[in-house]
C-alpha cells in the first residue's frame, strides 16, 4: 500500500482521475441503496438479496426484458446439461455447472455454425427439451444454491451487500449497446448473420478473423436467436453471475474464512476492465469465468472432475488460443496435485471430449483457408487469405521488464486501449499478500501457477486485456489466508480502500466509461438512437438502406470498418481485408479518381459509408466521377449510393 501512495503521487494520478464517472458510480450506489431499502424495510429482505433484485430489474430495462429472458433460458439450459459432467460435491455446483454447460453447447454448436438450422424455435425446443429432462437434478441444484447464498449472506450481511453493489456497478456496462470496434467489425457477425439466415457464412476473403475461434460468438449467436434481437449485455450479465459464483466455489475449497471469501469477491467485482469487457463481445469476460471455473474444479476435493476439467479447459481454447495457452500452468498444478489419483484409463476419453468441443473453427479454419489459427502465424501456414507474415500489433510491444506490473498499473495506456489506472491498483497494492502467499508451502504452488497464467499472455505481446483472466484468478486467491497473516480488521479496510480506489478509476478502463454513453443510455432506456448518433453513427445509416437492397457496403475510413451486422455485405479497407486496404492505399494516390472508379466497380460496392473528416480528395474524385450521390448523414459521417450502372448486387 506504501508502494501504491508512492506510484500515485510520482505519477500525479490525481491528474487523471474521471471525477464525474465517479460521482455517476457513487449515484447510482445511492439510488440502488434506495431502493433496496424499500425492499428491505417492506418485505423484510436481507440487503445483499434486495440489491440483486435492484440490479436485475435495471438490467432488464436497459438490456431488453426478453434478452434477460433469452439468457435465463441459455444458462438454464447450460445448467442442465452441465449437471450431468460436474462433481456433485463440488462447492457452488450450480455456478460451476452452468458454465460446464455452456462450453459444451458453445463446443458442439461450433461444428454447426454454417448450417441453416439457427432458428429460434429450434433452439428453444431443444434447450427447454434438456430443462424438462433434468427438472429434478435443477430443483435440487437451486433448492441448494438458495441455501448456500442464505448461509453466506447471515455470516457477513453488510460485505455480502457490498460485493453485490459492486458487481451490480460493473452490470451497468451490460445496459451498452454494441460500441466496440472489435464488435462492430467481427463479432457481430455471427449473431446477426443467425438472426437473418440462420447460419454462418464465414469469408476470410473480406474478413481475415472469419474462422478465428468462435464459442464466445456462438453463445451470443443463441441468445439473439432466442430474444430476435442483440442479446449480448444479458449474455455478459451471465457471465457475470457465473464467475462470482466460481469465485465463492473457490474461496470455499480452499477453506477461506468468510471475511477472505467476500473479499475474493470484492476485488474482482472492483477490477476496472470489468465494465470493459461486460460492455462488448470480446472473449476475455467469458474466458475469466471458464478459467475461475477450471481453478475451481482443479482445487476442490470433488471425485470425478475429470471430466468437467476437460470441458472447461476445451472450452478456453474455443474461446481464444491465449486463454487455451495461458491456463497450461493451472493444468500443470492439476497433475502435480492430483499425481497419486490420476485417472489414467480415461484420459484417453477426456481428450477426445477436448478436441471435440475445442477444435471446430481451428479445423474449418485448415480445411477452407490451409491455416487453422488465421491470420496468427501466417508465415508458417501462407493462407493466400493474409500477407506471408506474422500478424502483430505493433502498439502493445512496450517490452518485459521487473516493473512491468507497476507500469501497467501507472503507465496503463502503453499496455491497453485506456487511461493509466484502468486496470486498478491492486497489482500493486498486494505484492504484500503474493509473498505472504509464498511462504506458506500449501499455497505456494497454487500462487505460482495463477501469476504465471497471468504472465504468460504478456510474453508475446504486452496487451493487458488478454492477462484479465490471471489477474482476475489472482485477485481471488490473494485474500485466502490474509486473515490469519493481517487479523480480519487490518485485512477488511485494506480491500475496502482497493475497491473504493478502484471503483474511483473505473471509467479509465476504456473510452465507452470514459464519455457519456452511459448517461444517454440511463436517460433513454428503450431508444438507443442518442447513443449511436453520439458515438457510431455508421448504425443509424444502416438502419436507413432501403429494405430489400442487397448492395455490398463499403465503409472507406479504415478506423471505422463497422459493417459486421451487414451479414456478409460488407466491404471495409482496414487490416481485416488486406487487399482490399492495399487497394485504397493504392487508389488514394491518384488524384483524379480513376483508381476509386475501377476500385469500386470491381468490388461491385453499392453504397459507402464515408467520413466526411478523412475521406482522401482522390475519393471525392473519384464519386464525382461515377456519379455517386450522398443520400444521407449524420454528424461527419455520409451514406453514398453509386448509381446502378456502375454495381451489381451482391447476395447475403
Not at 502498439?395 to 495506456?413: E, K, S, V, Y
Not at 499478500?433 to 508475446?460: I, S
Request: glycine fraction near 8%.
Amino acid at each position: 500500500m506504501v508502494a501504491t501512495a508512492v506510484g500515485f503521487i510520482l505519477h500525479e494520478m490525481w491528474r487523471v482521475l474521471p471525477a464525474e464517472r465517479f460521482a455517476l458510480s457513487l449515484l447510482l450506489a445511492l439510488l440502488g441503496s434506495a431502493l433496496a431499502w424499500l425492499m428491505k424495510r417492506f418485505l423484510g429482505w436481507s440487503w445483499a438479496s434486495a440489491l440483486i433484485i435492484v440490479w436485475a430489474a435495471a438490467l432488464a430495462l436497459y438490456a431488453g426484458p426478453l434478452q434477460v429472458l433469452a439468457a435465463c433460458g441459455l444458462g438454464l439450459g447450460a445448467l442442465s446439461v452441465g449437471l450431468w459432467l460436474t462433481p456433485a460435491a463440488l462447492p457452488m455446483r450450480a455456478a460451476i455447472a452452468a458454465i460446464v454447460g455452456l462450453m459444451v453447447i458453445a463446443g458442439l454448436s461450433g461444428w454447426a455454425v454454417t448450417l441453416p438450422i439457427h432458428r429460434g424455435w429450434l433452439w428453444w425446443i431443444v434447450l427447454l427439451a434438456s430443462i424438462a429432462a433434468q427438472r429434478h437434478a435443477l430443483l435440487d441444484a437451486g433448492r441448494e444454491a438458495l441455501h448456500g447464498w442464505r448461509d453466506a449472506i447471515a455470516t457477513s450481511p453488510r460485505a455480502a451487500a457490498g460485493c453485490v453493489m459492486l458487481l451490480g456497478l460493473a452490470s451497468t456496462a451490460c445496459w451498452l449497446p454494441p460500441l466496440q470496434m472489435d464488435d462492430l467489425t467481427y463479432h457481430l457477425g455471427l449473431p446477426t448473420q443467425w438472426l437473418l439466415h440462420a447460419r454462418y457464412a464465414p469469408a476470410p476473403e473480406y474478413q481475415v478473423w472469419s474462422y478465428a475461434p468462435w464459442a464466445g460468438d456462438v453463445l451470443h449467436g443463441i441468445a439473439s436467436v432466442l430474444s430476435r434481437r442483440e442479446a449480448h449485455g444479458a449474455v455478459n450479465a451471465l457471465w457475470l453471475l457465473l464467475a462470482a459464483g466460481a469465485i465463492r466455489s473457490i474461496a470455499t475449497s480452499l477453506r477461506a474464512s468468510a471475511t477472505e471469501c467476500w473479499a475474493s469477491l470484492a476485488l474482482f467485482a472492483s477490477l476496472p476492465p470489468l465494465v470493459w469487457l461486460a460492455a462488448g463481445m470480446q472473449t476475455e469476460l467469458a474466458g475469466t469465468a471458464v478459467t475461475l471455473a477450471l481453478a475451481a474444479v482443479i482445487v476442490a476435493d470433488a471425485p470425478g472432475r475429470l471430466w468437467a476439467g476437460a470441458v472447461l479447459l476445451a472450452g478456453l481454447f474455443a474461446l481464444k488460443l491465449a486463454h487455451g495457452m495461458a491456463a497450461m500452468p493451472l493444468l500443470v498444478y492439476a497433475a502435480w496435485r492430483h499425481r497419486t489419483e490420476l485417472p489414467w484409463k480415461r484420459l484417453a476419453p477426456a481428450f477426445v471430449v477436448f478436441a471435440m468441443l475445442a477444435s471446430s473453427s481451428y479445423a474449418q479454419s485448415w480445411f477452407t483457408t490451409g491455416n487453422p489459427l488465421l491470420p496468427l502465424f501466417n508465415d508458417t501456414f501462407r493462407s493466400p487469405f493474409f500477407p506471408s507474415e506474422q500478424f502483430s500489433d505493433r502498439r502493445w510491444h512496450a517490452g518485459i521488464g521487473p516493473d512491468l506490473l507497476w507500469r501497467m498499473t501507472f503507465d496503463t495506456d502503453r499496455y491497453v486501449e485506456g487511461w493509466d489506472g484502468g486496470l486498478g491498483f491492486a497489482l500493486i497494492a498486494l505484492v504484500g499478500m503474493w509473498c505472504l502467499r509464498l511462504l506458506r508451502p500449501g499455497h505456494r504452488a497454487l500462487m505460482l501457477a495463477a501469476t504465471a497464467t497471468l504472465l504468460l499472455p504478456l510474453l508475446p505481446m504486452q496487451y493487458a486485456r488478454y492477462a484479465f483472466p490471471g489477474i482476475a484468478l489472482c485477485m481471488v486467491l490473494l485474500p485466502i489466508g490474509g486473515e490469519s497473516g493481517l487479523g480480519k480488521r487490518t485485512l477488511s479496510w485494506l480491500v475496502i480502500a482497493i475497491c473504493l480506489l478502484n471503483l474511483a478509476y473505473q471509467a479509465n478502463a476504456s473510452w465507452l466509461h470514459h464519455s457519456a454513453a452511459l448517461k444517454r443510455t440511463i436517460r433513454s432506456p428503450f431508444d438507443d438512437t442518442g447513443v449511436l448518433q453520439a458515438y457510431l453513427p455508421e448504425r443509424l445509416l444502416l438502419r436507413r438502406l432501403p429494405a430489400g437492397d442487397t448492395g455490398a457496403v463499403l465503409a472507406v475510413d479504415p478506423a471505422r470498418g463497422f459493417v459486421a451486422e451487414l451479414t456478409g455485405r460488407g466491404r471495409t479497407v482496414s487490416l481485416h481485408d488486406p487487399s482490399l486496404a492495399q487497394s485504397a492505399r493504392d487508389a488514394d494516390r491518384d488524384a483524379g479518381g480513376g483508381a476509386w472508379v475501377a476500385l469500386l466497380a470491381r468490388e461491385r460496392i453499392g453504397w459507402l459509408l464515408v467520413n466526411a473528416e478523412t475521406a482522401s480528395p482522390a475519393l471525392r474524385a473519384g464519386l464525382g466521377r461515377i456519379g455517386a450521390t450522398r443520400t444521407d448523414s449524420v454528424d461527419r459521417i455520409e451514406l453514398w449510393r453509386m448509381p446502378a450502372s456502375s454495381s451489381a448486387d451482391t447476395g447475403p
